[in-house]
């Protein structure tokens, strides 16, 4: 038999002894801190009297409505988090995993858990949420692996990157400007700067946002008018070019596969192109080490909107070795950013299987 009782119902919201402020967020103490903005742990205390009592906790994001489990003691950040403990015989993960399959309607600003507390889940028996939470446990233990694994290899990924990439005052190693290694035909413009709306038969559009991986995804695309696009026409992609991101989020960038030849980008994105396909990821590369990203955020200005200008991307300095010795740096980068895309590959499918069972173990009539 199955009840089905109001979320606010099955729990009571808990409140911590005092809430800490970004001025008591520490690398270091024994306990974290959660801070509901970020979602995360933003940092470490050991002051006892910020300290929830050791339980099993459901912890609510009021605004950005997120849901997630917490086991031990903490300490609570910014307010917009709700702290919530399941009442018995209600087991705390069941709890968990029953919260997290209800969607909380978006209302704009307004306190969601106004609205949460309201809206009905399931209570099975003792047995059956024990066998769903068996279920469900065993797919978050692997989400939990796989990003754990994700996490490991970039840290290994970024540290032979840098390592390799330290060529300066090498043998053999020449330092040249971005500007003088890109191709000649390559003028280093700004793209579109008012894209206007979406046209449904139009040319695909790339904006900073779309820069989310190694690769940008044509699908999804926001698409602008012909004649728009061809008013910018040396931003016209030929499908082989590195995407650097010079407004907002300077430094950012992805790479242009052949289906996006056509395809136009805007504003904040530079495409960049190079005769020699292996020269081209050399640079891609060097441009995401530290030493260059640290260079890229200097030269970035702007306080409400930042942005590099053209000018001071075209003269970034960088060394760059024999063909030779390119092709094997690359050739050991390209495995570590296939092994990483294979994990997360891994990781989305994962999370959608959750998903899936969740939904179908929380099903009932």
């Known amino acids: 038999m199955v009840e089905w009782k109001k979320?606010?119902?099955?729990?009571?919201?808990?409140?911590?002894?005092?809430?800490?402020?970004k001025e008591h967020y520490s690398d270091v103490g024994v306990y974290p801190i959660i801070d509901q903005g970020q979602k995360e742990i933003v940092g470490f205390t050991d002051d006892l009297t910020a300290l929830l009592p050791y339980g099993e906790y459901v912890l609510f994001g009021d605004h950005t409505r997120f849901v997630k489990y917490h086991d031990g003691r903490f300490a609570q950040g910014a307010d917009g988090l709700k702290i919530l403990k399941a009442n018995e015989p209600i087991m705390p993960r069941y709890f968990f995993y029953a919260f997290d399959n209800v969607e909380v309607p978006n209302r704009g600003y307004s306190r969601h858990w106004s609205i949460a507390k309201d809206l009905l889940i399931p209570i099975p028996s003792l047995s059956e949420q024990q066998r769903i939470v068996s279920i469900l446990d065993t797919f978050t233990s692997s989400i939990s692996n796989l990003k754990q694994q994700i996490e490991e290899r970039k840290k290994q990924y970024e540290y032979e990157r840098d390592r390799l990439l330290d060529l300066e005052g090498k043998e053999g190693v020449e330092m040249e400007k971005l500007g003088e290694v890109a191709?000649?035909?390559?003028?280093?413009?700004?793209?579109?700067?008012?894209?206007?709306?979406?046209?449904?038969?139009?040319?695909?559009?790339?904006?900073?946002?779309?820069?989310?991986?190694?690769?940008?995804?044509?699908?999804?695309?926001?698409?602008t008018t012909k004649e728009i696009s061809d008013s910018y026409k040396r931003t016209i992609l030929q499908g082989n070019e590195v995407l650097f991101c010079v407004r907002g989020t300077t430094g950012v960038m992805s790479l242009a596969t052949k289906e996006l030849k056509g395809c136009n980008v805007t504003r904040g994105i530079v495409p960049i192109s190079f005769d020699n396909d292996i020269t081209k990821m050399f640079v891609y590369y060097q441009l995401k080490s530290h030493k260059l990203q640290r260079t890229i955020a200097d030269k970035t200005n702007g306080a409400a909107l930042k942005q590099i200008n053209i000018k001071d991307l075209r003269l970034l300095t960088i060394p760059v070795p024999s063909l030779s010795t390119q092709s094997h740096i690359v050739s050991i980068l390209d495995t570590f950013e296939a092994s990483i895309r294979n994990l997360e590959g891994q990781l989305a499918l994962r999370e959608k299987q959750y998903e899936y069972y969740r939904n179908q173990l929380l099903t009932f009539d």
């Open 7 to 21: 979320l606010g119902e099955v729990c009571k919201t808990i409140s911590p002894p005092k809430k800490l402020g």
């Open 183 to 223: 191709s000649p035909n390559c003028s280093l413009s700004y793209g579109i700067v008012q894209p206007g709306d979406d046209v449904t038969e139009g040319i695909p559009v790339i904006r900073p946002v779309d820069l989310t991986g190694t690769f940008v995804n044509k699908k999804g695309l926001k698409k």
